[in-house]
Nanobody, 119 residues
Framework: QVQLVESGGGLVQAGASLRLSCAASGSIFSINDMGWYRQGPGKQRELVGSITTAGSTNYADSVKGRFTISRDNAKYTVSLQMGSLKPEDTAVYYC?????????????WGQGTQVTVSS
């Protein structure tokens, strides 16, 4: 079993910064890509960004230049540093990890953490 536990959500004002963290634990042989999705009120879940094991990142256009993803491969953690937050960033944020187990890849998800940005 693999568990992803997120932390760091909350209520902030527009323009503020917030950092989300996600830690994976369990029967992990390797972790490939990690990243974050979000789902706003009445919206579909969308990719916020991802990061490879080597540290290459990819971001949604809506967060480029404001959000930064980082990871610690030794600790199986991924973080999302969010800056210049806007009300439209309000969403439940989910981390994910593509985990290698017995030569197969599986996608695991965190439980989600609420981020609310007030105007």
């Amino acid at each position: 079993q693999v568990q992803l536990v997120e932390s760091g959500g909350g209520l902030v004002q527009a323009g503020a910064s917030l950092r989300l963290s996600c830690a994976a634990s369990g029967s992990i042989f390797s972790i490939n890509d990690m990243g974050w999705y979000r789902q706003g009120p009445g919206k579909q879940r969308e990719l916020v960004g991802s990061i490879t094991t080597a540290g290459s990142t990819n971001y949604a256009d809506s967060v480029k230049g404001r959000f930064t993803i980082s990871r610690d491969n030794a600790k199986y953690t991924v973080s999302l540093q969010m800056g210049s937050l806007k009300p439209e960033d309000t969403a439940v944020y989910y981390c994910y990890a593509i985990v290698g187990i017995d030569r197969r890849n599986y996608v695991y998800w965190g439980q989600g953490t609420q981020v609310t940005v007030s105007s």
